[in-house]
């Protein structure tokens, strides 16, 4: 394959009411940009579809189309130091998959034996010897020599799995379809359960550090745990967004994109978290930082989205005040929702505290009456999101 420079077009994006700014590049032709990792702060990658990897020397502003020989889609990479990088992917489901390996920063790369027939959905190198696969039906391979050999391991769990991070060499994190969270202390030897506290897909993790990380997926689901993974608790209510990828530069600054063009971002480790509008509309599905101000996301139809202003100083004033009113709280049958922040395409949603959900709809009055005559008695979640903000409280139902 021929290489290729690619000159983006650049336009300045103002985010309204925000110190942020995004750049957004387009990349000339409209293919799915799956996953972006960076090496330092000027030389990234990007996986992409039909087997395209792209790379920038220089900070994003030009991205060359490196000469991978393969037509697979590719969705994940890994450097475990910058000469050294992996790429995984698959065409599909049936098929074998494709793994690649470089050791000259992308010049050429090589096909290796990914130790499967499976699709691969994600891999993660903790150094140039030790790599762990994640990937269909519960699948979790794992390498000590550079990806030679690949060993399967009982991960306990027939579910897709679609990330994976590692805190150190021995404690690492998977998650995938139906809440799926485990966890290895053992280099990826052997994992366990967690308990997700949600119903739904998560499609990314990152820790912070060894105890704090998140984790995000279907419906706009952000869980936390600040214990290592002994327990997650929710972090914001469900959105309409899917959440495809989840990165931090502090313990308390991190952002996620997902569906649509979302881009969220929280300053008080995920307590709230506000829209900052990216300026697209397009899916995205990967986040990297290479510092506390300058990130980028990259998804659909070669979009890319850059930011160099990303330490959102004061950015938690975008939230407009907890107006969301509810009563009575116990309620029998009717409940009462009030709040000022409605601006007419307002969600409404209610979800029990796993997470599943009971009851949505759109919101276009000021007050509303909401019957819950037909739920249970327990607690329950219910939740007003806006393009702006999220506002949640829980309530009571009781049978008298």
């Not at 990937?135 to 990806?147: D, K, S």
């Not at 009982?154 to 995938?176: C, M, P, R």
């Not at 990152?206 to 993974?229: R, S």
């Amino acid at each position: 394959m021929k290489k290729s420079n690619l000159v983006f077009l650049a336009i300045i994006l103002a985010l309204s009411g925000s110190a942020q700014t995004w750049t957004e590049y387009y990349a000339g032709y409209p293919i799915p940009l799956n996953c972006m990792r960076f090496t330092d702060a000027n030389t990234g990658y990007i996986a992409s579809q039909s087997g395209i990897i792209l790379k920038t020397s220089n900070a994003g502003n030009t991205w060359t189309q490196l000469n991978t020989g393969t037509s697979y889609d590719l969705y994940s990479l890994s450097f475990p130091t910058p000469s050294v990088g992996y790429a995984v992917g698959f065409d599909v489901p049936g098929y074998p998959p494709v793994m690649l390996k470089t050791t000259n920063g992308g010049s050429t790369w090589t096909s290796i034996n990914p130790g499967t027939d499976n699709p691969i959905y994600d891999i993660f190198f903790t150094d140039q010897n030790h790599g762990v696969t994640v990937g269909y039906n519960g699948e979790i391979h794992v390498t000590y020599n550079g990806g030679s050999t690949w060993a399967l391991k009982a991960s306990g769990s027939n579910a897709y799995l679609y990330a994976v991070y590692f805190t150190d060499a021995q404690t690492g994190y998977t998650v995938g379809n139906v809440a799926t969270i485990k966890k290895t202390t053992n280099g990826g030897e052997t994992w366990v359960d967690q308990h997700a506290i949600t119903g739904f897909d998560l499609y990314s993790v990152y820790f912070v550090n060894a105890n704090v990380g998140y984790a995000v997926g279907y419906y706009g689901t952000v869980i936390k745990t600040v214990n290592g993974g002994a327990n997650w608790t929710a972090q914001s209510p469900w959105a309409m967004e899917a959440y495809n990828s989840v990165f931090f530069t502090s313990e308390n600054v991190g952002y996620i994109a997902g569906t649509n063009g979302a881009i969220e971002t929280t300053t008080n480790g995920g307590t709230t978290w506000v829209n900052s509008s990216s300026g697209v509309t397009y899916d995205l599905y990967s986040i990297f930082f290479t510092d506390p101000s300058t990130g980028y996301v990259s998804g659909n139809y070669g979009t890319i989205v850059k930011t160099t202003n990303g330490n959102p100083v004061g950015v938690g004033s975008l939230t407009k005040p907890a107006t969301l009113q509810i009563s009575p709280n116990p309620v029998n049958d009717i409940l009462t929702v009030q709040s000022e922040v409605l601006p007419g395409d307002a969600q409404l949603c209610i979800h029990d505290l796993n997470g599943v959900t009971i009851l949505q709809q759109r919101l276009t009055a000021n007050t509303t009456l909401v019957d819950v005559s037909r739920l249970p008695s327990g607690m329950y979640t219910i939740s007003l999101i806006t393009s702006q903000t999220v506002l949640t409280c829980k309530f009571i139902r009781q049978k008298r």
